[in-house]
């Protein structure tokens, strides 16, 4: 293309007579015409991109927000009424409110990232931790009373009371081979009992 038929087709375009084509074209689409719809985004795509710059910034933003008003334009062509104002002003309508939306959404999402409080929360889910807790407990207890009473007890004084097995052998007063049998008997039971791999 010469330099002089380029300056003519940017002089065409900038000029009203492409507003009034696309205005057909955009009758076109509604009724499901591709290359009207192809036309269309070739006269306001440039235009479309700009208003969603200049809204959003973000260039990426923008091209997806484009993205987006050229899918509603295709879906909804069909509803624009060229006695109600121009091709242009409609997408650019569009347009215009996509990228609003987009700012307004972006900025709720950021709002509400900054309002949690990602600092003092647990690292880990308290209710399940305690339930898990709670029925393991309640599972030991259940599997200490399945022990004998000799073997209870001296398990008792040892792991929760803390004492040695010379300490509960004299506690108990008895010897303290007997309380190391007892106690390994009693552990072993329980292992069992809870399912915890020898």
């Known amino acids: ?8 087709r940017l002089a065409d375009a900038s000029s009203d007579e492409p507003a009034a084509d696309a205005g057909q074209l955009l009758v076109r689409v509604g009724r499901g015409d591709e290359q009207a719809f192809a036309a269309v985004y070739d006269l306001l795509g440039a235009s479309v991109y700009g208003l969603a710059r200049r809204v959003v910034r ?10 987006e008003v050229f899918i509603q334009v295709w879906q909804s062509a069909a509803r624009f009424d060229p006695a109600r104002g121009s091709a242009k002003g409609w997408v650019m309508t569009l347009a215009h409110r996509r990228a609003v939306d987009a700012v307004r959404h972006d900025q709720a999402a950021t709002n509400r990232e900054n309002s949690y ?3 003092n929360g647990p690292d880990y889910d308290e209710v399940e931790e ?6 393991e407990h309640e599972q030991v207890r259940r599997c200490l009373e399945g022990l004998t009473e000799l073997q209870r007890e001296a398990v008792n004084l040892a792991y929760y009371n803390g004492h040695t ?3 509960v052998a004299e506690v108990l007063d008895a010897n303290p081979a007997t309380i ?6 009693g552990l072993v039971r329980l292992r ?3 399912g915890v791999p020898a």
């Open 117 to 119: 409080d990602w600092s």
């Open 130 to 135: 305690t339930v898990s807790m709670t029925l």
């Open 58 to 67: 973000d260039p990426a933003r923008a091209e997806e927000i484009a993205q």
């Open 1 to 8: 293309m010469t330099r002089s038929a380029a300056h003519l």
């Open 180 to 185: 190391k049998t007892r106690i390994r008997d």
């Open 165 to 167: 097995y010379a300490e």
């Open 192 to 194: 069992d009992c809870i």
